[in-house]
């Protein structure tokens, strides 16, 4: 397990190491990111690597970031031509390519970003990635965020008051939740959620905890219902264009490789995760009524009665995929539930 103060440290010091080694280095890789440089992401997570492949490749490879350079899913095309060597995004802003990774996002895990994301990785390698959605890509982790909350600018006692609401969704298992619930369905990415919040746009947002601090939806979304395990967890893609490590000697691809994986998916999860403390810890002081539903509450039931029925949709959404997703779907459930014991 990843603990909290190991990240916190990384998150602090392995940037600037990087970044001021990077003249030093026979090769610059440049990361893209879409979120702002506080977000856990770039303050942990890309650092942290940063540094796990500086030591790996002993200097001759480090990493520069590249901020606000688009939209979430056009990060997949960025790196796919080259205009950045690495970037992440969330798989729901690209629908209709990505179909088997919304099975880690699939509700009632029951388990938190860590050990979704291993589960995440190794599900992927063992059944999915014959199916090549990440085609022209080359994965250096798959992880997800924490559990997706509902975060709005009035109460909500009961998911019937969500009705008619307009939420912004970003796409994935999201989509098929707010349909369930039968809410107006608003797309955009994470990154304008606060703007709509205030300008009255959206009337709320499903999204993990993290975003209270580091997008501040404090601010703005001052009622949140914390149902257990949420309702969702969203799945991400960190990547590099293959070209990029065709060009490095075998000795830095597999360096490279070798802090990649599942060590970096784990790592990327559990940042999440202490993001999500945080942004709770962030909400209640800044006045946010977090309402944290007990599991045998009445809200949890609603849940589990609304999501009757998700896990055969999903599966016959993929049976053009040609993989085993039932026996994959269980044994990601099994990973994720049996890591942290």
Request: charged residues 25%; glycine residues 10%; negative net charge.
């Amino acid at each position: 397990m990843i603990r909290r103060n190991f990240l916190k440290v990384a998150g602090a010091v392995t940037l600037g190491m990087s970044l001021s080694t990077a003249a030093m280095s026979d090769t610059v890789l440049r990361v893209g990111s879409w979120l702002p440089p506080t977000h856990a992401q770039n303050a942990v997570v890309w650092p942290t690597w940063a540094k796990w492949v500086e030591e790996a490749t002993e200097g001759r490879v480090t990493v520069e970031m590249e901020y606000d350079i688009g939209h979430p899913k056009t990060m997949f095309e960025l790196v796919e031509d080259g205009a950045v060597d690495a970037s992440f995004s969330y798989h729901g802003y690209v629908p209709g390519r990505f179909k088997l990774t919304q099975g880690i996002e699939q509700p009632l895990l029951g388990s938190n970003a860590e050990a979704a994301s291993v589960a995440h990785w190794r599900v992927h390698n063992k059944y999915f990635a014959k199916a090549n959605e990440h085609d022209g890509l080359e994965l250096l982790a798959l992880f997800t965020h924490g559990p997706g909350q509902i975060h709005t600018t009035s109460p909500v006692t009961s998911l019937k008051d969500l009705e008619s609401k307009k939420i912004r969704l970003g796409g994935g298992v999201q989509g098929v939740l707010g349909d369930r619930m039968g809410v107006t369905a608003v797309g955009a990415p994470a990154t304008k959620v606060y703007e709509m919040m205030q300008q009255g746009v959206i009337d709320g947002v499903f999204i993990p905890m993290s975003e209270q601090k580091s997008q501040r939806l404090k601010e703005v979304a001052k009622h949140v219902v914390m149902l257990p395990g949420g309702m969702y967890l969203g799945s991400f893609a960190m990547f590099i264009n293959p070209d990029f490590m065709a060009g490095l000697s075998e000795k830095d691809r597999e360096a490279i490789i070798s802090v990649s994986g599942e060590k970096l998916s784990a790592m990327a999860g559990a940042a999440w995760d202490v993001a999500d403390i945080e942004g709770v810890e962030a909400a209640k002081e800044d006045g946010v009524t977090v309402t944290e539903v007990a599991a045998d509450g009445a809200m949890a039931i609603e849940f589990r009665e609304l999501v009757k029925g998700m896990d055969e949709e999903w599966l016959e959404s993929v049976a053009d995929r040609d993989v085993d997703a039932k026996a994959a779907l269980e044994e990601m459930r099994n990973i994720a539930q049996s890591y942290a014991k």
